[in-house]
Nanobody, 125 residues
Framework: QVALVESGGGLVQAGGSLRLSCTAS????????MAWFRQAPGKEREFVAG????????LYADSVKGRFAISRDNAKSTVYLQMNSLKPEDTAVYYC??????????????????WGQGTQVTVSS
């Protein structure tokens, strides 16, 4: 089992920045790809960004390209999501997730076995 705990959410004005963190425990972190998803009220959960387990290759949703950056610190078993130029439409609960060991999960949430509890991000206009 992998346990994931997010932190770093909050309220920010449009154009501002936040950095989310997700710390993993329970297994060898380096063997896991990691991703961030988000879910806004009344909407389906959507993929935001992912980072693979082999060498740090990244993938982003079109809506966040150029504004968000995912990174990982394997020594700290932590994945980050740096969010810049935030927009009101970025308001959502953000979840980190991990697929099975040594698999890159891609953009579909059904590929992910492990989920954090979520952290709220609210962007005011």
């Amino acid at each position: 089992q992998v346990a994931l705990v997010e932190s770093g959410g909050g309220l920010v004005q449009a154009g501002g920045s936040l950095r989310l963190s997700c710390t993993a425990s329970g297994r060898t972190f380096i063997n896991y790809a990691m991703a961030w998803f988000r879910q806004a009220p009344g909407k389906e959960r959507e993929f935001v960004a992912g980072i693979n387990w082999t060498g740090g290759g990244t993938l982003y949703a079109d809506s966040v390209k150029g504004r968000f950056a995912i990174s990982r610190d394997n020594a700290k078993s932590t994945v980050y999501l740096q969010m810049n130029s935030l927009k009101p439409e970025d308001t959502a609960v953000y979840y980190c997730a991990a697929p099975p060991e040594q698999i890159n999960g891609g953009t579909n949430d059904y590929n992910y076995d492990y989920w954090g509890q979520g952290t709220q991000v609210t962007v005011s206009s």
